[in-house]
Each structure stands twice: as C-alpha cells, then as structure tokens.
C-alpha cells in the first residue's frame, strides 16, 4: 500500500471511488474540485495499491481552522488501519501549517472511529446551506 497526495491526475478515479463507496454531490465536480485543490495543495491524501484506491481524505485550511472532508475507505478495505493512517496523515499536515482546530462533520455511525482518533464531540451543532437552497 501507498500513501501519497491526491493530484488532479486522480479525479476520474476518485469520482467512481466515491460513488462506489461514499457519495458523489456538485461539490465533487470537476470546476469546484480544481479550486479545492488549488487553494489546498497537498493537504489531501489517498492510500493505493497496484493502481487502486483504497482509502481518501480531503483537508483544507482557512488560516484558522482545518478541516478535513470525504474520509472514505472502501468498503472491502474497512477496520484494517487505512482511516487511520489517512486521518493521521491530514491532521499532522493541518497542524504543520497552524490549525489549532480541526473540526469534522460524521455520520453518526462514524462518532466511535473519530473518537477513536482523538476528536471529541461538541455541543456546537453542524448546520449548512449550499447556493441552491439559500433564501435572499
């Protein structure tokens, strides 16, 4: 197994990646996935083997806070270490450059890993709006 950082070359095989085991949304095309890349650079990894990816995570820093995103390992590959490694791996990247604060948004099901990892639960409560539902 390798780790490295997600480069734009991976984007084909990232979208079927997710699709096959998280989930695809416009966020994940192409335009906004460039920009992503472009004000994150090397903040995101991936973990392969011979070609093929068995894990992601996406992390992003606003100069306060990092944040990490899409986590995923694939399915077949799940509890042997790879979300781990990957969440390890973002988070000392996000430290580097400053964050003090990483907060990350899970499903439920996913509170145990996360709290396995060091992150503790809040009483702040996660809320969003995306451009298609925002109400002028």
């Known amino acids: 197994m390798i780790l490295r950082h997600i480069t734009l070359k991976d984007y084909r095989k990232l979208i079927g990646f997710w699709k ?3 989930f695809v949304n ?5 335009k906004p996935f460039k920009m992503f890349m472009k004000k994150n650079p090397k903040m995101s990894f991936l973990v392969e083997e011979k070609g093929k990816i068995l894990g992601t995570v996406l992390g992003s820093f606003d100069g306060r806070r990092g944040y990490i995103q ?9 509890g042997k270490g790879i979300g781990k490694q990957l969440i390890n791996s973002a988070v ?4 580097s450059l400053g964050a003090l604060y990483i ?11 996360y709290e396995k990892n060091g992150f ?6 996660t809320m969003s709006i995306s451009h298609s539902t925002y109400k002028k």
């Open 103 to 113: 907060p990350v948004s899970c499903e439920i099901g996913n509170l145990p890993f």
């Open 70 to 78: 899409k986590l995923v390992v694939s399915k077949s590959q799940r």
């Open 26 to 30: 416009e966020l994940d095309d192409l």
């Open 92 to 95: 000392k990247k996000l430290e």
């Open 120 to 125: 503790k639960k809040t009483d702040q409560v």
């Open 20 to 22: 096959d085991n998280y």
